[in-house]
């Protein structure tokens, strides 16, 4: 990798696959704390340099994360942050590293959703006790473990609560009866989602055409990464319950307004406004021009012409 180092490679910590040297890629078990240590030296360097490095640690696009000084470097990755995305590690003597010869890690655990909420704005407080209408946009937010960095299906579905002869039976006969396992599925539209620091943040239109019935309607999400349904704590694939909406329409709101005034802010008492504002008047006004001084304007005279040399003429008298 250049300044002064070869190659770098993991003394300690649990990893899910085997690298080569042709991709350098670990794959890390999540939590699992690893011990990332020069592996070899670059050719010329002796005993005297080799100890503590600079250690670079950068995102997926090459921005720097963070950076350390010492002869290892401690590194792990929390469930949040594992799935897709990969981190760059690089050491170097000098302060800076050259993009070759590092290594790519990405963490590894079992895909969850740990949390969701509905908000009124992105990333919100949960509103979930909201009653929305149709027209509104609405945001959805869910916390996941195991799929950051991955692309999402977010798939958006109508709760179908009619009572049925055959659903009251079953509410009297078997005390562990669930409604839901006998809710039809009604789906109503699906989006691809991008899932950041583990989180996925959308938005969408509450469109009147999802409305069912004269009552108001419940809905709820599905998230798929690629064929897989994530599941919950709970072993259950159906989240963020629910987004309840009442049977009233609102104008959809097209556009977002936003502040288009230059004028500036201010914060505090606003000024007092000024009435009367005094006129500022000259009675005597002089030009040096060439180491002489010139006299343009007094008050009550007419000044015809100055130097000879000058081009500055009076057009008018002053007063």
């Given at each position: 990798?250049?300044?002064?180092?070869?190659?770098?490679?993991?003394?300690?910590?649990?990893?899910?696959?085997?690298?080569?040297?042709?991709?350098?890629?670990?794959?890390?078990?999540?939590?699992?704390?690893?011990?990332?240590?020069?592996?070899?030296?670059?050719?010329?360097?002796?005993?005297?340099?080799?100890?503590?490095?600079?250690?670079?640690?950068?995102?997926?696009?090459?921005?720097?994360?963070?950076?350390?000084?010492?002869?290892?470097?401690?590194?792990?990755?929390?469930?949040?942050?594992?799935?897709?995305?990969?981190?760059?590690?690089?050491?170097?003597?000098?302060?800076?590293?050259?993009?070759?010869?590092?290594?790519?890690?990405?963490?590894?655990?079992?895909?969850?959703?740990?949390?969701?909420?509905?908000?009124?704005?992105?990333?919100?407080?949960?509103?979930?006790?909201?009653?929305?209408?149709?027209?509104?946009?609405?945001?959805?937010?869910?916390?996941?473990?195991?799929?950051?960095?991955?692309?999402?299906?977010?798939?958006?579905?109508?709760?179908?609560?009619?009572?049925?002869?055959?659903?009251?039976?079953?509410?009297?006969?078997?005390?562990?009866?669930?409604?839901?396992?006998?809710?039809?599925?009604?789906?109503?539209?699906?989006?691809?989602?991008?899932?950041?620091?583990?989180?996925?943040?959308?938005?969408?239109?509450?469109?009147?055409?999802?409305?069912?019935?004269?009552?108001?309607?419940?809905?709820?999400?599905?998230?798929k990464d690629n064929?897989?349904?994530?599941?919950?704590?709970?072993?259950?694939?159906?989240?963020?319950?629910?987004?309840r909406v009442k049977?009233?329409?609102?104008?959809?709101?097209?556009?977002?307004?936003?502040?288009?005034?230059?004028?500036?802010?201010?914060?505090?008492?606003?000024?007092?406004?000024?009435?009367?504002?005094?006129?500022?008047?000259?009675?005597?006004?002089?030009?040096?021009?060439?180491?002489?001084?010139?006299?343009?304007?007094?008050?009550?005279?007419?000044?015809?012409?100055?130097?000879?040399?000058?081009?500055?003429?009076?057009?008018?008298?002053?007063?």
């Amino acid at each position: 990798m250049g300044k002064g180092i070869k190659s770098l490679k993991i003394e300690y910590g649990e990893l899910l696959n085997v690298s080569t040297p042709a991709n350098n890629h670990f794959t890390l078990k999540a939590d699992e704390l690893a011990h990332i240590t020069v592996g070899e030296w670059a050719p010329g360097i002796n005993g005297l340099y080799q100890g503590n490095v600079n250690w670079f640690r950068y995102d997926n696009k090459k921005e720097l994360l963070a950076n350390d000084y010492g002869n290892r470097l401690n590194f792990s990755i929390p469930k949040n942050h594992c799935g897709s995305y990969t981190h760059y590690i690089e050491a170097s003597l000098s302060e800076n590293c050259d993009f070759t010869n590092g290594i790519y890690i990405n963490g590894h655990c079992d895909p969850l959703i740990t949390y969701s909420k509905w908000c009124i704005q992105n990333d919100g407080s949960d509103q979930r006790d909201h009653d929305f209408s149709f027209g509104e946009n609405v945001f959805l937010s869910l916390n996941t473990e195991g799929i950051n960095g991955n692309w999402v299906t977010v798939e958006l579905y109508r709760l179908n609560d009619d009572i049925t002869i055959e659903k009251i039976k079953k509410w009297l006969t078997d005390k562990n009866y669930d409604p839901k396992e006998d809710d039809k599925l009604a789906k109503i539209f699906d989006k691809q989602a991008w899932v950041i620091n583990g989180e996925i943040n959308t938005d969408f239109t509450i469109l009147p055409t999802w409305k069912k019935g004269e009552d108001g309607n419940k809905f709820y999400v599905k998230i798929k990464d690629n064929s897989q349904y994530i599941r919950d704590n709970n072993h259950d694939y159906i989240h963020a319950r629910f987004l309840r909406v009442k049977n009233k329409t609102v104008p959809i709101q097209t556009k977002i307004e936003i502040l288009t005034s230059n004028s500036p802010v201010k914060i505090g008492d606003t000024e007092k406004k000024v009435d009367n504002i005094s006129k500022c008047r000259f009675r005597v006004i002089n030009f040096t021009e060439r180491g002489g001084t010139v006299e343009l304007f007094n008050e009550g005279k007419f000044i015809n012409k100055m130097d000879a040399s000058s081009k500055f003429y009076t057009i008018k008298n002053i007063n």
